[in-house]
């Protein structure tokens, strides 16, 4: 039986012997199975919690994770969102439309804004009932991301060429803003892992010039903040083909990078092989392919995979959020896959 050390130590680049831990990006996917509609899920902590436990019990995972979407944040500094039937609360209107009101925000009270406290009470109530034997991981965004849900994608993505100063200065603002959730997470539920979820420095959105020379500085003071206010492992999530950013993980210090279905896989493993400080990895099954595939191909594509990672510190995974509606029993059989 693997204990949480064991766990814990993957995460954080060490192999354990004849040991993956199977713990996907599963949360509102979750919540059909559980019974809870995604409305309850996003409004009610026990409700979530109740659907993360349900997870956890029926697939034998060796941890889960929680998010709340991506505006979470933003709703919490004032934001309105909107709740489709099948997603999570997304942002409604961007509170940065003018650059001038960024003077005018504060960093609020993460315990009683928004809807925080319902995340930060699902997370206590899972990481009590499981944190003993099981990672529990509750995700925030990144400065990037964050930055993109207050001023809008596309207008941030202008900044970047117009008005730089005003980027950096959002930036500087969006960094201290998500080391404050994420130290507040830390400090309310005693969570040892926080997953960091900065989609937007894709090579698919940013140019990797930008994110080495640009945001990776950003990480890195983050990342060395929270580890000093005593988060054992820091997990940057970023989608899509991260190869040609994946060195710059080692000096950030991050300790676990999620690896997208797109990235390719050989490569990433000849560069934590050959790394001095050795990084847990996380993935890589494609999520919308686990969403229609078969249960056999599920089980047979995950010990192709696991086979393919050797003695790596891998961690079983989707690349990515597991859609909602994919099948209970394509779950079962990337757990079976990595459990004897
Ligand atoms: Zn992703």
């Given at each position: ?145 964050l930055a993109g849900q207050l001023r809008g994608i596309s207008d941030l993505m202008l900044d970047s060429y117009d008005n730089p100063d005003f980027m950096k200065e959002l930036l500087d603002f969006c960094t201290e803003l998500c080391f404050c959730y994420a130290n507040s ?118 010990q192709k995979l696991l086979l393919e990672v050797g003695n790596n510190p891998w961690i079983l995974s989707s690349g990515c959020d597991v859609p909602y509606g994919t099948p209970d029993a394509n779950m079962s059989a990337m757990t079976s896959a990595a459990k004897k």
């Amino acid at each position: 039986m693997p204990n949480l050390s064991q766990i814990m130590d993957t995460f954080k680049g060490k192999k354990i012997p004849d040991f993956t831990p199977v713990v996907p990006i599963y949360h509102t996917a979750a919540a059909l199975g559980a019974g809870v509609t995604l409305k309850d899920y996003a409004s009610n902590s026990s409700k979530m919690a109740e659907t993360m436990l349900w997870a956890y019990n029926k697939f034998r995972f060796d941890g889960v994770q929680l998010t709340l979407g991506v505006g979470m944040e933003a709703e919490a500094l004032g934001a309105k969102t909107e709740q489709a039937e099948k997603g999570l609360p997304t942002i409604k209107e961007h509170l940065l439309k003018d650059i001038l009101k960024l003077k005018q925000l504060k960093i609020p009270d993460i315990k009683s804004a928004g809807r925080m406290p319902v995340f930060l009470e699902a997370v206590k109530i899972v990481q009590e009932t499981i944190g003993r034997k099981a990672v529990v991981i509750p995700t925030v965004r990144g400065p990037l991301v964050l930055a993109g849900q207050l001023r809008g994608i596309s207008d941030l993505m202008l900044d970047s060429y117009d008005n730089p100063d005003f980027m950096k200065e959002l930036l500087d603002f969006c960094t201290e803003l998500c080391f404050c959730y994420a130290n507040s997470i830390l400090e309310n539920t005693g969570v040892r892992a926080i997953a960091f979820g900065e989609a937007l420095c894709s090579p698919d959105f940013i140019s990797p010039e930008f994110y080495k020379e640009i945001m990776a500085p950003f990480h890195k003071k983050l990342v060395q903040r929270i580890h000093a206010v005593g988060l054992e492992v820091a997990i940057i999530h970023i989608c899509g083909n991260i190869l040609p950013i994946f060195d710059t993980f080692y000096d950030t210090g991050f300790d676990t990078a999620d690896i997208d279905a797109k990235t390719d896989l050989k490569t990433i493993l000849k560069l934590n092989k050959a790394s001095k400080k050795t990084l847990g990895l996380r993935g890589n099954i494609d999520p919308s392919w686990l969403f229609q595939a078969g249960e056999s191909e599920v089980k047979e594509k995950s010990q192709k995979l696991l086979l393919e990672v050797g003695n790596n510190p891998w961690i079983l995974s989707s690349g990515c959020d597991v859609p909602y509606g994919t099948p209970d029993a394509n779950m079962s059989a990337m757990t079976s896959a990595a459990k004897k």
